[in-house]
């Protein structure tokens, strides 16, 4: 703005001075023609009168002080009756008098004049010179008070586009700092902090992906915290039953040696159940790694099949339950065998341990184009509509008495649900609570 108003001015000043100039160029020319024929004869009074005449005539006309001069530069007329007879030692005079017109403004203690001078002829030879001034501070006085309203427009334009970036600036910065704010309270450990930043702009959108964030984040603490207190739980109990052994055997001076024999047996079995669940959790920390790389062979799932079921047998068989495997197309696929194997273990051994005496286990293999469907079901005691959603949840068992009994951990499908997230596949569970439940695995074959 303060450049434009630079220029504008200087644009101003020049265009309205080379008018002016001009114009009394023009004027001044018209003198000098009036009066050249005459300046030869200067001395003759009637001629005399004559240029005076047309000096001051011109110079009540234009406003102007008119001078007549003659070739050796001395004041013939002047309009204000002061110059006469002197010399006038001016450039514009001379320039004149040498045959060249002339005008230039000069400022005299605030008040600008323009100068002009013109040659005046007689018959083609330069006789002298005619010189106009007039004052021009007009011009400059309404250059001055356009450049005083442009200023007011100017200010007025910085002052409002001043209140506009304020504005802006407290609209744009408002959601930001309250988006720190919120990163500061989550740093003290409040992962559930929601920001209230809206609107379809990037700061809204960073507001929901911030609010997305929290919410992640706050499922994922809660887990951990779920995560370490089942485990301290689940590591305390054989911890409290082995004491408590340990402590009646200590109670009395000596017991009978089968008393010990029972009570021994008791501390070893609460043993195994520890190295279990510590082994199924070190297991299940490494398949949910992220970077955990599958060891892909090609492998026939039917046989693997096979080789699970008849692994899973004996143990059917103390219970009389009949494992069947009612269709096992050749289907040959890459998959990791042994976490294959370790998944569809205990998944049948589920079918196997949660289904009472005589009970009845079908396996099926189904080829379903780029899948392959791996269905489990059994006519055990069923899973209650309540406990279907967190059966893959790490330490969840439906009844924590019965399969304590039975060394379950509740880490089985947890694993098993990781492992076949990490070939791409899925697994899901239909159950009805007294009838059975059936388990169904599809994997891409590609
Ligand atoms: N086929 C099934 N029928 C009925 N309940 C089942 C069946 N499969 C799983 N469950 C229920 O789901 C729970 C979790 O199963 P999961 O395999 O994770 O643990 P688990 O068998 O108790 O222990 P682990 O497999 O570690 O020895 C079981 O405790 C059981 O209550
Ligand atoms: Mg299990």
């Known amino acids: 703005m303060i450049l434009t108003t630079f220029f504008i001015k200087d644009y101003l000043v020049k265009s309205n001075v080379e ?17 050249g024929p005459f300046m030869s004869n200067v001395d003759n009074a009637y001629t005399f009168r004559y240029i005076e005449d047309i000096v001051k005539q011109n110079s009540l006309n234009h406003e102007a002080r008119v001078i007549a001069i003659d070739r050796m530069g001395l004041v013939v007329a002047d309009s204000y009756d002061v110059l006469k007879g002197s010399p006038l030692e001016l450039f514009e ?27 005046t002829y007689d018959r083609g ?13 007009s011009i400059f006085n309404e250059i001055n008070l356009f450049m005083e309203k442009l200023m007011v427009i100017f200010a007025m334009g910085i002052f409002i586009s001043l209140l506009i970036s304020i504005v802006f600036a407290d609209i744009i910065s408002k959601p930001i700092e309250k988006l720190t704010d919120s990163v500061k309270t989550i740093t003290f450990g409040k992962y559930d902090t929601k920001v209230d930043v809206n609107g379809s702009d990037e700061i809204g959108d960073l507001g929901s992906a911030f609010n997305l964030m929290t919410t992640k984040l706050y499922q994922v603490e809660e887990r951990r915290k779920k995560f370490v207190s089942n485990v301290s ?70 046989y693997l099949l096979e080789w699970v079921v008849k692994t899973i047998k004996p143990i059917a068989l ?3 339950i009949a494992i069947e495997l009612i269709s096992n197309p050749k289907i040959q696929m890459q998959i990791d065998q042994d976490k294959m194997q370790q998944c569809l273990l205990n998944i049948i051994g589920n079918a196997v341990k949660y289904t009472p005496e005589s ?12 899948l392959i469907l791996i269905r489990v ?17 790490r330490f969840y068992r439906v009844d924590e008495a019965r399969a304590r009994k039975t060394g379950g951990t509740g880490l089985g499908l947890a694993i098993a649900q990781q492992i076949i997230q990490l070939h791409q596949g899925n697994i899901q569970v239909f159950s009805t609570f007294g009838v059975g439940t059936e388990i169904i695995i599809s994997l891409p074959k590609k």
């Open 233 to 302: 739980h689940e590591l305390r109990t054989p911890m409290t039953s082995m004491k408590i052994v340990s402590d009646t055997l200590l109670s009395a001076p000596s017991w009978e040696e089968a008393v010990y024999r029972e009570f021994m047996f008791d501390i070893n079995s609460e043993i195994d159940r520890l190295n279990k669940i510590i082994d199924s959790l070190l297991y299940l920390v490494k398949v949910e790694k992220d970077e955990i790389e599958l060891d892909y062979s090609e492998t026939y799932v039917n």
């Open 359 to 370: 009970g009845n286990v079908w396996v099926e293999l189904e080829d379903a184009k780029d």
């Open 19 to 35: 008018e002016l100039q001009s114009k009394l160029l023009t004027i001044d020319a018209m003198v000098a023609n009036q009066i």
């Open 377 to 393: 079901k059994d006519n055990g005691i069923g899973i209650p509509e309540k406990d279907l959603p967190y059966i893959f949840d």
């Open 318 to 320: 103390t219970k009389n």
């Open 125 to 137: 030879t330069v006789v002298g010179a005619t010189f106009m001034s007039i004052e021009a501070n």
């Open 93 to 119: 005079v001379e320039s004149a008098l040498s045959g060249v017109s002339r005008s230039n403004i000069y400022q005299f203690e605030g008040d600008y004049l323009l100068y002009t001078a013109v040659p």
